[in-house]
């Protein structure tokens, strides 16, 4: 024993964390000449055993050099927030998965639940009402979702199944995921108060676009306007017939980009079995180009207008539509032989509208139904 009254065998007697004998550390301290291998406090190996650069080596007190490359791996993983390691210890923490949950989209929520079994089993997390609820308001607003909630009150297939007290099943709380996934197998259109006094029909792209088109009727029911043309460079004004259409464009789905609409002429198809036939906008006259409206009727600029972004994959483009937000275009259609709106919903087959998804325009087609 030293001076401190504490034995000098164990002060190693803790090996590898397991017991051994004194005597066989008493070995490992003193040499075949009886003098101690001790390291002493002032000598500079301390500070490399600290670094993990030297390790002791059986009964000769020899210092030698050894990797320590797991241990740095395994340090520099806890320390990067990138790593996988880190993101899997981060969404095990609930408050942080319903944040990250909540910045979703629909089409992304669906998608996460069928990534892996674990988060197959964090289930509830994907299916929150309150999630849900907020998706619910922003696509479709308020009034609608508390239309559909009355309408499918006493739905079993919009309420999540619970056990009464008598062991019977009966309907809990309404699952806000279903009753999204009703609205939108209905196309439900957004409550807007400056769309026309006559709904022609609607028209949609899966998990990307939905659209809506109306017609503005006069009072009288005709079509005859005034408008202007030039003829060889002869400026005149013909009465010809003019349906007034407004088109409620809404992006529904597209999250992770833009959605566009490219510059176009506008066209309706009138198209008979025995030929074909396409009545298009009006574009000679200034008082009948299109326009285009928010939700609350103040005009909105087109890009077209605009020094920039006004194209888009070398497309020009007329105005772009973030995740569930909606525009008004209103445009004037030359109804040829159409002399009164009611002639011209008989005629018209379906709207052809171009929309530019991720770079790729693809035709969207509102049939008109009324």
């Not at 088109?247 to 198209?271: K, M, R, W």
Request: charged residues 25%; aromatic residues 6%; contains cysteine.
């Amino acid at each position: 024993r030293n001076g401190a009254g504490i034995g000098v065998g164990s002060a190693c007697c803790q090996c590898e964390n397991r017991k051994r004998p004194k005597e066989e550390c008493e070995d490992e301290i003193m040499d075949d000449n009886g003098s101690s291998n001790l390291i002493s406090s002032d000598s500079s190996s301390f500070d490399e055993i600290d670094r993990g650069a030297v390790r002791t080596v059986g009964g000769c007190g020899r210092l030698i050099p050894f990797s320590n490359h797991s241990k740095r791996r395994k340090i520099d993983d806890a320390l990067d927030v990138n790593s996988p390691a880190s993101m899997m210890r981060l969404l095990r923490h609930g408050r942080v998965m319903h944040f990250i949950v909540a910045c979703l989209d629909p089409l992304s929520i669906t998608q996460c639940i069928s990534v892996s079994r674990s988060w197959h089993h964090q289930i509830h997390y994907f299916t929150d009402s309150k999630i849900w609820l907020n998706l619910c308001a922003r696509r479709f607003g308020t009034f609608n979702v508390r239309e559909w909630q009355n309408h499918f009150s006493q739905d079993e297939s919009c309420h999540d199944n619970r056990q009464l007290e008598n062991g019977e099943m009966g309907m809990g709380k309404m699952n806000m995921m279903q009753l999204y996934r009703q609205m939108n197998t209905n196309n439900v259109k957004p409550r807007c108060h400056f769309e026309g006094n006559l709904n022609l029909g609607k028209g949609k792209i899966d998990n990307a676009v939905s659209a809506w088109v109306s017609a503005v009727e006069r009072s009288n029911g005709e079509t005859l306007r005034t408008v202007q043309s030039t003829h060889g460079g002869i400026m005149k004004y013909a009465s010809i017939p003019v349906v007034e259409l407004r088109i409620l464009i809404q992006n529904i789905g597209v999250a992770n980009g833009t959605l566009f609409l490219p510059e176009q002429i506008v066209s309706v198809d009138a198209s008979t079995k025995r030929r074909g036939e396409e009545m298009f906008e009006i574009s000679s006259d200034d008082r009948f180009v299109k326009r285009l409206l928010r939700l609350d009727g103040s005009v909105a600029p087109f890009l077209s207008s605009q020094r920039q972004g006004s194209h888009h994959h070398g497309v020009g483009a007329l105005f772009k539509l973030e995740l569930f937000e909606e525009a008004i275009l209103c445009l004037h259609i030359h109804a040829r032989s159409c002399q009164t709106t009611t002639k011209f919903r008989q005629k018209a087959n379906f709207v052809k509208l171009l929309v530019n998804i991720h770079g790729t325009t693809l035709p969207l087609i509102i049939p008109i139904t009324c």
